[in-house]
């Protein structure tokens, strides 16, 4: 009896999302839809608006170096080059480059009025890394839950420094975490099954991605928008100086409210292991590896679900002319520069060994980085495995052929290179 009820919940929490090809909008999604296209016209990508509505909105005007206002016209270009974007797209990434121009504004000023943040070491981090949808976030969950260890809540991370209006009070003791809270919302009302595939509530433990954005860098806006002039620019562009940038948020967090061990993650640094290791020395660097194409089926799905929101029109060419591609001149990247990082301070990671025993990993992490793990942090991290565990909230299907009519060995095709050098198990046939 008891198996048969097990059975029964397994069954009934398994979500397969059989209109990715021919969306059918909710009313919610066609209210939303509707509301960003009338609001078209205000939406103008120009980096003059944009930082012109930073300085209204903060009230402050140095932005510091000034190298950024290239990368910031390159961003505006490509998103106006993305034809197919919908309405909602672009109004999303105006209103997220207004909010990375103030929060840019935001640090320059704390950093001005208290330079000794730029004194603060950022002592031996842990920083993940990992191909996207392979178990970082998961991996830098775990670690979070060891209260030792600084890690980027969500709310946090869109909103480094409080604006004046989000200073605690005794009637709202976080207006950061309460405005990232309606956000969060918002999204599950809008798209509930992304929710499940990407989390983003207020005490999820972000990428450190969202620093690197205050640079106006990073490969954030191409999960966003289709921007290929942005992903040939940044990727012939030596990337020392956002990383420079996402330290000195890190110095300006750690002011504000300390300690100083970090804990960070990024899939983003496979692709960029000299420039964060020239940043990060004394690092513990964790790379998780799984097997491409069972992250990139992840990505195909999340996208063309997405899409009934962010793009005009629904075509699964997009994705599989993009995404696959750009996994692999990621890994090409990890496999050509993975052995500038000193060997006694990196893990490499294997999905089919975390999903199987995660515990011997975890404690060779804790070895590398030289942390006690006492009884009582296994304790934790245990307790947060349990509570998080995979398909918690729901599993989705993934269906390569029949969703994008495509097999799994022809995806892995140009992939061997990664394989030789990984000994990464095949996921997906």
Not at 45 to 55: E, F, N
Not at 395 to 420: H, M, N, Q, S, W
């Amino acid at each position: 009896m008891g198996t048969a009820a097990q059975e029964k919940a397994a069954r009934s929490n398994i979500i397969d999302i059989t209109d990715l090809h021919a969306p059918v909008l909710t009313e919610v999604q066609k209210q939303v839809r509707a509301a960003a296209e009338a609001a078209g016209d205000q939406i103008v990508l120009q980096p003059d608006v944009i930082l012109g509505a930073a300085q209204a909105q903060t009230g402050l005007a140095d932005f510091g170096p000034a190298d950024f206002r290239e990368r910031l016209a390159v961003w505006c270009q490509a998103i106006d080059e993305d034809e197919n974007a919908s309405a909602v797209t672009r109004a999303n990434l105006f209103q997220m480059m207004i909010r990375l121009a103030s929060t840019r504004l935001r640090i320059e000023d704390i950093v001005k009025r208290h330079p000794e943040i730029l004194d603060i070491a950022i002592e031996r981090p842990i920083i993940v890394a990992g191909l996207p949808r392979s178990g970082t976030t998961h991996l830098l969950g775990l670690l979070s839950a060891d209260k030792r260890l600084r890690s980027l809540p969500w709310w946090e991370a869109i909103a480094p420094v409080p604006a004046p209006d989000e200073e605690p009070s005794t009637q709202a003791p976080n207006p950061r975490w309460t405005k990232a809270e309606e956000g969060w919302r918002g999204m599950e009302a809008v798209l509930p099954y992304m929710a499940i595939m990407h989390e983003f509530s207020p005490d999820h433990i972000s990428e450190d991605i969202e620093l690197q954005a205050v640079d106006f860098s990073s490969y954030l806006i191409e999960w966003l928008a289709l921007v290929p002039r942005w992903r040939d620019y940044y990727l012939s562009h030596d990337q020392s100086g956002t990383y420079a940038y996402l330290k000195k948020c890190l110095q300006v967090l750690t002011f504000l409210k300390g300690p100083n061990r970090w804990v960070i993650k990024c899939p983003q640094h496979m692709e960029q292991l000299p420039a964060l290791y020239r940043t990060f020395p004394d690092a513990t660097f964790v790379l998780t590896h799984r097997d491409p194409v069972g992250s990139i089926r992840s990505q195909l799905t999340m996208y063309t679900y997405a899409a009934r929101m962010l793009r005009k029109s629904v075509d699964i060419a997009e994705p599989l002319g993009y995404w696959p591609d750009r996994y692999e001149k990621l890994l090409r990247a990890c496999v050509r520069d993975r052995d500038v990082l000193p060997p006694e301070q990196t893990i490499d990671v294997y999905f089919h060994d975390w999903i199987r025993n995660p515990d011997p990993i975890v404690k060779e992490i804790y070895r590398i980085a030289d942390i006690p793990l006492t009884d009582a942090v296994l304790a934790d991290l245990h307790a947060y495995l349990e509570e998080h565990g995979e398909q918690k909230k729901g599993k989705i299907v993934y269906d390569l052929e029949r969703d994008f009519r495509v097999t799994g060995e022809e995806l892995r095709g140009p992939f061997a290179f990664y394989f030789d050098r990984f000994p990464v198990e095949i996921e997906v046939r």
